[in-house]
């Protein structure tokens, strides 16, 4: 039997309660370093086994009827065989404390440490007033796995002689992946495995960021093949530390995979050290305000990117494009045909993540995505074809088609498995120019973004521009999958923080986006000694909505100043699809000079629509469409 451990080495303890129990500290008003000292006390304790930097909230466990059982009133420990006891790798010991105390963790480490044991995990919960829950998992020193029936009824003798609750000590439990296979609907309960535990995932499935379709591919199976795939999930170790908090036990046949088998992010392309980088597999990285307002045009290395998969290696000269669907005759292009069939038509447009400034709303309360900064924009000059004429004049689709058959949404698959579509209104519209893409800036289009064809969906959140596009299909029915249907890229009211409730398909899909402005100089923190501070920035609206005017204010917000328009500003106002720069010199009140100065900005679009001032009431559990007042807070130097 392979010793099993638990996914790294945590000790996940509410931190509000779990304060209480520290010893000389109370349980409110702590700073930080107070915190992460008692934290690395508890670590010394507990022989370095708890980390600091991982302790967590944890939800309850999740569903009653399929968790372990602990089924004692008192010291107890279940009658098991011995040969399922050996089965263990470890133990779990479970303290119900009826009063909670301060020094009662020490107190109860200390115990197991005069037991031989090693603490593997932690995880305290309290109801929020006297009552807490200890829950340790537990190996024994000596042999380095679970404990045997004696050993675990001493442990259990010891913890209850501190005299604050019942104690129960057992093996924790053991599934094999056949177990595992019978748990993959609500009623029995949505188990998977990982490495070599096992989860209960029932609760949380109807949250999962990537969408409830994704998750349940794999339940009742073993992740680590999805996750190949979707290494966003361990690279920045936000999901393991969710998967964690879900354990029930520990797989009895983890699969061993055997040397190294090939990364399906390999073949990516080099990328430029300048980027922001995120995640790199698969690759998210922002565009560094330094170099945001160099060029009106992003140079291509530096783009923003967002995948969702691996970059995939398509040959040029085998590419096909399909485009069909309903009230057209399916048609088949190559490269070649879209070149030279076609007029050729430019676009200058600006490309923006749903997710851009997703930071921001992080600092209120934690978000599910990528903490981009602001960075999650880019503008190029984008040469290819209009999707009208491929779908009218090649594919046949005409209005009265539409009308006929009832298309609504035109969807485009990619080639790595991405799935979007926009509303036929805006694929049609002469005015909506969007693009079946093959160049950038003038260059081939870099495989990076999207070669040898994307769409470009100008006005549109990013996600739709579907890069290494392979079928353009025409239907009744928006795209399927979790950037379209799922909870991905779609707003909730800042108060919505568990969707299990809610029909996240009725929700609208994110497709244009509302107006944006960003202070890109001075930085935050920087010194100014001038008189008038000189302020840069950008400003764009989604919907081709131009850009009529921006404000800047250097008193936080009493009073504002007219931002010169520059690049963009003559662009039609509705048809603008780019940004729009901006500067204006404010001049800094004799009250704040010497302080701290707060500069804010605030765009205004073609529609007169403008930004809200604060995050708070923007705050969604996807931290997506953040466009408040940019606020950018410097220091006056007074000479
Ligand atoms: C079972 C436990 C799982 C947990 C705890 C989990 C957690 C998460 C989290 C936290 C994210 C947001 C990632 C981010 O910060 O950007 C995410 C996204 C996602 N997940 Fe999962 N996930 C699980 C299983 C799966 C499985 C099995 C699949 C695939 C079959 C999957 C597919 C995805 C996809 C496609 C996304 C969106 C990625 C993107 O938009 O780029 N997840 N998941």
């Known amino acids: 039997m392979p010793s099993r451990h638990m996914i790294g080495i945590q000790a996940r303890i509410v931190r509000s309660r779990a304060l209480a129990c520290a010893p000389g500290l109370s349980a409110t008003g702590l700073r930080q370093e107070t915190q992460d000292d008692f934290w690395n006390r508890l670590s010394v304790l507990a022989g ?140 029995t309960g949505i188990w998977v495995s990982y490495k070599d535990g096992v989860y209960d995932i029932t609760e949380f499935v109807a949250n999962h960021p990537g969408g409830v379709d994704k998750i349940m591919l794999a339940a009742g199976k073993a992740i680590d093949p999805f996750w190949r795939i979707y290494q966003q999930h361990t690279g920045r170790g936000n999901a393991v530390t969710q998967l964690a908090n879900m354990r029930i036990g520990d797989l009895a046949d983890p699969v061993v995979t055997s040397g190294q088998s090939e990364d399906p992010y390999d073949a990516d392309p080099d990328r430029h050290p300048g980027l922001i980088f995120h995640n790199n597999k698969p690759c998210n990285a922002e565009l560094p305000s330094e170099l945001m307002m160099d060029a009106w045009l992003t140079p291509n290395p530096v783009w923003f990117i967002r995948h969702h998969h691996p970059v995939p290696v398509i040959d040029q000269d085998k590419y096909r494009l399909i485009v069909d669907g309903v009230g057209t005759k399916s048609v088949t292009l190559s490269l070649e045909d879209l070149k030279g069939r076609f007029v050729k038509h430019e676009v200058t447009a600006t490309l923006q993540c749903g997710g851009n400034r997703r930071s921001e709303l992080d600092k209120i309360q934690k978000t599910g995505g990528i903490p981009w900064g602001f960075g999650a924009m880019s503008t190029a000059r984008w040469g290819g074809v209009y999707l009208r004429e491929v779908l009218q004049h090649c594919a046949g689709l005409s209005l009265e088609g539409v009308e006929a058959f009832g298309v609504k949404h035109i969807v485009f698959k990619g080639i790595d498995d991405m799935e979007a579509s926009i509303p036929v209104e805006k694929a049609l519209s002469p005015y909506g120019d969007v693009l079946v893409a093959y160049e950038m800036n003038g260059e081939p289009l870099p495989s990076e973004h999207g070669a040898p064809v994307r769409l470009v969906v100008p006005g549109v959140v990013g996600v739709r521009n579907v890069k290494w596009v392979g079928r353009i299909v025409a239907s009744t029915e928006e795209a399927q999958g979790p950037w379209q249907r799922g909870l991905a890229y779609k707003g909730f009211s800042p108060m919505v923080k568990d969707l299990k409730d809610i029909d996240v398909e009725k929700i609208l899909s994110m497709q244009e986006l509302p107006v944006q402005s960003v202070i890109v100089t001075p930085k935050p923190g920087s010194t100014t000694e001038l008189d008038d501070i000189e302020v840069k920035g950008f400003a764009w609206s989604g919907g081709g909505r131009g850009i009529i005017r921006v404000d800047v204010s250097c008193d936080n917000g009493e009073t504002w100043v007219t931002a010169e328009l520059g690049e963009g500003k003559d662009q039609t106002p509705t048809r603008a699809w780019a940004w729009t720069f901006w500067e204006a010199s404010v001049p800094v009140p004799d009250h704040l000079r010497g302080k701290e100065v707060t500069l804010l900005c605030r765009a205004v679009d073609s529609a007169y629509s403008t930004q809200p001032e604060r995050p708070e009431p923007l705050w969604n559990l996807r931290g997506l469409n953040c466009n408040c007042w940019h606020k950018v807070e410097v220091q006056h130097v007074d000479d």
């Open 48 to 187: 370095g086994l708890l980390l600091a930097s991982q302790i967590q909230t944890v939800p309850q466990w999740g569903r009653d009827a399929q968790r372990p059982r602990f089924q004692q009133q008192n010291v107890h420990c279940e009658a098991r065989d011995e040969s399922a006891i050996r089965a263990s790798g470890s133990s779990v010991i479970t303290l119900e404390v009826e009063k909670d105390r301060p020094g009662l963790l020490k107190e109860a480490t200390e115990k197991l440490e005069t037991c031989q044991l090693n603490i593997v995990d932690a995880r305290i919960s309290t109801d929020g007033a006297e009552k807490a829950k200890h829950i340790y998992i537990v190996k024994c020193k000596v042999t380095g796995e679970g404990l045997p029936e004696d050993r675990l009824l001493e442990v259990s003798k010891a913890l209850q002689a501190l005299g604050v609750g019942l104690c129960k000590a057992e093996p924790w439990p053991v599934f094999s992946s056949e177990e595992v296979a019978k748990h993959k609907t609500k009623e």
